[in-house]
């Protein structure tokens, strides 16, 4: 009975595997600062080759690439237009233990290297504040952690990456191999293609733990200078409270960190997610006020010493899930700009009493010493200091955020494009002196426009 | 730690084996990934190997070249480390609509769900019972449960699959073949990309934790997600006035 079955095998009309139309859905995606919605056609390819046919694909006018959404503002959205989305492309291609070096696909999460590599002694680079964010993020926006001044950005680890063009054919960019193109990938907003794969160094380790140092800084010269005093830390990151002001202005507590000799238990990794938007008001000025004080005063005076996992250290708010959903429906912004030590004092004193005068209630602003520049053209990280702080999406945010970014541009600092939803195109203009060259070198990519973002769009990039 | 065993998953490139294939991993058993498209088998079974230190490797497979599953299965004990057990995770779900209009759509549906499984797993048996048993696990489908307008035809091969799994059960179950049928609700794949959203979705990630701790668990036939089991009696029992009057 089978036998004749098999003789009458598919006719040739029919698909056969890849061949297959990729398939797209309607989504609106959000930034994680949830500020709006943008509907697009959407396709989650799961394997290269329905990769391409997205790519070819004539759907939306132009495609941006999404990795886990972690950006805040619109890098990863495109509204009216099309997303791909590489959540899927997540496998771990080849590691080399001699040398470290991993081989993995875009959609891989800084998550799953820490739970793959970490028990054998190996860190991810570069690790941002959030474990969820993917390889391809990684790579799109030059991520630095918090140990840039001596580690430097995410693009500084990167040996070679393989990237997918708008013509559907795939090359191989490292520093020797059209390194413009290379460097205009790194930083390059998803906008020059879809990385499909890449050789990345870890960072050995000698075990899972770091020894934390806390300690409280009473104001924002006191904070630069501890700062100045940590230049050797392996790790260093500064917590402000921004509501804070008049002589305590900037106060807040430095964390140094060092990699600790012995193995702490792995936290457990189940999370608990914020089941719904908070109700708009939950966050006021007294709430977030009370909070930030008890924050600083939870270490005490004389400063206190721990060994930690380094998930706790390097990604606080992963525990829980969801967290964006505090500022309630009509989501935040994130600022966060970078200052050149010289200007840092007086710049970051009049950021914050711009933010403290706006009352927008923040919860804690993130300071930290930068020293390196970043890999790429469009690479955000500059030696200075840089601050990062939420402001809510409410009455008043659109003139603070324009405020912030003239006191930036004033004290010849730039802002950050991954938390970014407000940057007009003469701020990026300034703050990007190499835009032109990115500009020349995506045209060559990618001469028919096919990757386009709604932050693009906005910046006057196209 | 038990000795290896090895997880044969046919349909080894589909979002579901996939997910499997990493719960079988973690547990520290050996992997075959059995599928059309080496080189992105090859790169899932590098995956594996990597994350979790255990033999994987790929291997082509096609249901319908019902002339090559004798090689096949050759082939998948000559790989396998310890006792070979499979996992049924190949399938395809063209729309009602495209069936209708091109019915060789629907004849190569089911030469795939249903007669490329029911060969392969057939051609398996020998080497199942000749091993002193082994787990067979079939995604089977709520689908094949009471077909209903939207997609009856994928239903039916899905419930043709479900009883032909049953008289395989029973026929080798004194040789220690133990046969899982899961009775699978929506799962968010690629198969299922392209539709509306649909209740109850499962992850892939969270679909094959669960099949494999039941898989640990015994045979017979399982409703995956659980919350599948009373949604289907509900569905099953209600009487055809009103179930033809929904927009199922
Ligand atoms: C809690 C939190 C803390 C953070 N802390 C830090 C920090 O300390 N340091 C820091 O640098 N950043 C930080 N970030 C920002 C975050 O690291 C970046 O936004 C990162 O890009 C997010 O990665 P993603 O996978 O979510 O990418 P998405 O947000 O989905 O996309 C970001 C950009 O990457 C592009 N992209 C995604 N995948 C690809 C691909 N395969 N090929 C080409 N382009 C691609 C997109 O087009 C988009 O332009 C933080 C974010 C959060 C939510
Ligand atoms: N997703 C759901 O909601 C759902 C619900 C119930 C049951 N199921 C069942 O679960 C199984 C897996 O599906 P999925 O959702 O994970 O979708 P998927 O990712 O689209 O997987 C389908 C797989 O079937 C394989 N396949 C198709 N024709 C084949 C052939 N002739 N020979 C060998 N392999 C073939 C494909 O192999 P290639 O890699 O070679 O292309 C592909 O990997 C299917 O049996 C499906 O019916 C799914």
Same mark, same amino acid.
């Given at each position: 009975?089978?036998?004749?079955?098999? #003789?009458?095998?598919?006719?040739?009309?029919?698909?056969?595997?890849?061949?297959?139309?990729?398939?797209?859905?309607?989504?609106?995606?959000?930034g994680w600062g949830?500020l709006g919605?943008a509907?697009?056609?959407?396709?989650?390819?799961?394997?290269?080759?329905?990769?391409?046919?997205?790519?070819?694909?004539?759907?939306?006018?132009?495609?941006v690439?999404?990795?886990?959404?972690?950006s805040y503002g619109d890098a990863a959205l495109n509204g009216?237009?099309?997303?791909? #989305?590489?959540?899927?492309?997540?496998?771990?291609?080849?590691?080399? +233990?001699?040398?470290?070096?991993?081989?993995?696909?875009?959609?891989?999460?800084?998550?799953?290297?820490?739970?793959?590599?970490?028990?054998?002694?190996?860190?991810?680079?570069?690790?941002?504040?959030?474990?969820?964010?993917?390889?391809?993020?990684?790579?799109a926006h030059?991520?630095?952690?918090?140990?840039?001044?001596?580690?430097?950005?995410?693009?500084?680890?990167?040996?070679?990456?393989?990237?997918?063009?708008?013509?559907?054919?795939?090359?191989?960019?490292?520093?020797?191999?059209?390194?413009?193109?290379?460097?205009?990938?790194?930083g390059g907003l998803g906008l020059?293609?879809?990385?499909?794969?890449?050789?990345?160094?870890?960072?050995?380790?000698?075990?899972?733990?770091?020894?934390?140092?806390?300690?409280?800084?009473?104001?924002?010269?006191?904070?630069?200078?501890?700062?100045?005093?940590?230049?050797?830390?392996?790790?260093?990151?500064? @917590?402000?409270?921004?509501?804070?002001?008049?002589?305590?202005? !900037?106060?807040?507590?430095?964390?140094?960190?060092?990699?600790?000799?012995?193995?702490?238990?792995?936290?457990?990794?189940?999370?608990?997610?914020?089941?719904?938007?908070?109700?708009?008001?939950?966050?006021?000025?007294?709430?977030?006020? +009370?909070?930030?004080?008890?924050?600083?005063?939870?270490?005490? +005076?004389?400063?206190?010493?721990?060994?930690?996992?380094?998930?706790?250290?390097?990604?606080?708010?992963?525990?829980?899930?969801? @967290?964006? /959903?505090?500022?309630?429906?009509?989501g935040f912004h994130q600022f966060q700009c970078v200052l050149p030590?010289?200007e840092?004092?007086?710049g970051?004193?009049l950021l914050?009493?711009a933010v403290?005068?706006a !009352?927008a209630?923040?919860?804690?602003?993130?300071?930290?010493?930068?020293?390196?520049?970043?890999?790429?053209l469009l690479s955000f990280a500059r030696?200075g200091?840089t601050l990062a702080l939420d402001i809510p999406a409410r009455a008043g945010a659109g003139a603070l955020l324009r405020r912030l970014e003239r006191l930036t541009l004033d004290h010849g600092g730039r802002v950050y494009l991954a938390k970014d939803s407000t940057l007009s195109p003469a701020g990026m203009a300034a703050m990007y002196p190499r835009l032109a060259e990115f500009q020349?070198?995506r045209?060559?990519?990618?001469?028919?426009?096919?990757?386009s973002s709604d932050m693009s769009r906005r910046l006057g990039l196209g | 730690?038990?000795?290896?065993?090895?997880?044969?998953?046919?349909? !080894?490139?589909?979002?579901?084996?996939?997910?499997?294939?990493?719960?079988?991993?973690?547990?520290?058993?050996?992997?075959?990934?059995?599928?059309?498209?080496?080189?992105?088998?090859? /790169?899932?079974?590098?995956?594996?190997? #990597?994350?979790?230190?255990?033999?994987?490797?790929?291997?082509?497979?096609?249901?319908?070249?019902?002339?090559?599953?004798?090689?096949?299965?050759?082939?998948?004990?000559?790989?396998?480390?310890?006792?070979?057990?499979?996992?049924?995770?190949?399938?395809?779900?063209?729309?009602?609509?495209?069936?209708?209009?091109?019915?060789?759509?629907?004849?190569?549906?089911?030469?795939?769900?249903?007669?490329?499984?029911?060969?392969?797993?057939?051609?398996?048996?020998?080497?199942?019972?000749?091993?002193?048993?082994?787990?067979?696990?079939?995604?089977?489908?709520?689908?094949?449960?009471?077909?209903?307008?939207?997609?009856?035809?994928?239903?039916?091969?899905?419930?043709?699959?479900?009883?032909?799994?049953?008289?395989?059960?029973?026929?080798?179950?004194?040789?220690?073949?133990?046969? #899982?049928?899961?009775?699978?609700?929506?799962?968010?794949?690629?198969?299922?990309?392209?539709?509306?959203?649909?209740?109850?979705?499962?992850?892939?990630?969270?679909?094959?934790?669960?099949?494999?701790?039941?898989?640990?668990?015994?045979?017979?036939?399982?409703?995956?997600?659980?919350?599948?089991?009373?949604?289907?009696?509900?569905?099953?029992?209600?009487?055809?006035?009103?179930?033809?009057?929904?927009?199922?």
């Open positions: 009975m089978l036998v004749p079955l098999a #003789l009458r095998l598919v006719p040739p009309a029919l698909p056969t595997p890849g061949e297959a139309a990729p398939a797209w859905r309607k989504l609106s995606l959000q949830r919605r509907p697009c056609q959407a396709a989650r390819p799961e394997r290269l080759r329905d990769l391409r046919a997205v790519v070819l694909a004539d759907v939306g006018r132009n495609l690439p999404h990795g886990a959404g972690r009216g237009g099309a997303a791909v #989305l590489t959540t899927r492309l997540d496998r771990m291609l080849g590691f080399d +233990a001699t040398t470290g070096v991993l081989v993995a696909e875009p959609g891989v999460s800084f998550a799953d290297i820490i739970r793959t590599f970490l028990p054998r002694g190996w860190l991810p680079p570069t690790p941002p504040g959030t474990a969820f964010a993917t390889l391809g993020g990684a790579v030059d991520v630095h952690g918090k140990n840039q001044h001596l580690a430097g950005c995410f693009g500084h680890h990167v040996e070679w990456l393989d990237l997918m063009l708008a013509d559907g054919s795939t090359r191989r960019l490292s520093p020797s191999e059209d390194a413009a193109a290379f460097h205009a990938t790194l020059t293609g879809v990385v499909t794969a890449l050789a990345l160094r870890l960072l050995p380790v000698p075990s899972n733990a770091l020894l934390v140092r806390r300690q409280r800084i009473a104001g924002l010269d006191a904070f630069l200078e501890a700062f100045g005093a940590a230049r050797q830390a392996s790790w260093a990151v500064g @917590w402000i409270d921004a509501l804070a002001g008049g002589a305590a202005l !900037g106060r807040g507590i430095l964390e140094v960190a060092e990699p600790a000799p012995q193995h702490l238990p792995p936290p457990p990794e189940a999370q608990r997610n914020l089941p719904f938007d908070a109700p708009g008001c939950l966050l006021n000025r007294f709430s977030v006020r +009370a909070f930030n004080a008890a924050y600083w005063r939870r270490v005490p +005076a004389a400063g206190d010493a721990q060994p930690m996992h380094y998930g706790r250290f390097l990604f606080p708010l992963d525990g829980i899930g969801q @967290w964006n /959903r505090l500022y309630g429906r009509r030590e010289a840092a004092p007086r970051l004193r914050l009493e403290g005068q !009352g209630a923040s919860f804690l602003a993130v300071l930290k010493w930068m020293g390196r520049d970043g890999a790429g030696p200091f020349a070198i045209a060559r990519l990618d001469p028919g426009g096919r990757f | 730690m038990p000795p290896r065993e090895t997880w044969l998953v046919l349909g !080894g490139g589909s979002s579901i084996g996939r997910a499997f294939a990493r719960q079988a991993a973690a547990a520290g058993q050996g992997v075959l990934l059995a599928g059309r498209e080496a080189a992105e088998l090859e /790169r899932s079974a590098a995956d594996l190997r #990597l994350r979790h230190g255990v033999p994987a490797s790929a291997m082509l497979f096609d249901a319908l070249d019902l002339a090559g599953h004798a090689a096949f299965v050759r082939a998948a004990a000559a790989l396998a480390e310890g006792r070979l057990h499979v996992l049924l995770a190949f399938g395809t779900m063209p729309s009602q609509a495209a069936c209708e209009a091109r019915p060789e759509l629907a004849r190569a549906m089911v030469e795939t769900n249903l007669t490329g499984a029911a060969a392969v797993l057939t051609a398996l048996a020998p080497l199942l019972r000749g091993q002193g048993g082994g787990t067979v696990v079939a995604l089977g489908s709520v689908a094949g449960e009471r077909g209903r307008p939207r997609n009856h035809l994928y239903g039916a091969t899905k419930a043709a699959l479900h009883t032909f799994l049953q008289g395989y059960a029973a026929r080798h179950a004194r040789h220690r073949v133990r046969v #899982l049928t899961l009775l699978a609700g929506p799962v968010d794949t690629a198969l299922t990309w392209p539709l509306p959203r649909l209740p109850f979705m499962a992850s892939p990630q969270g679909f094959a934790a669960a099949a494999w701790r039941r898989a640990q668990r015994g045979s017979g036939q399982a409703h995956l997600p659980g919350i599948w089991a009373p949604v289907m009696a509900v569905i099953r029992a209600l009487p055809n006035r009103i179930f033809n009057r929904l927009d199922l």
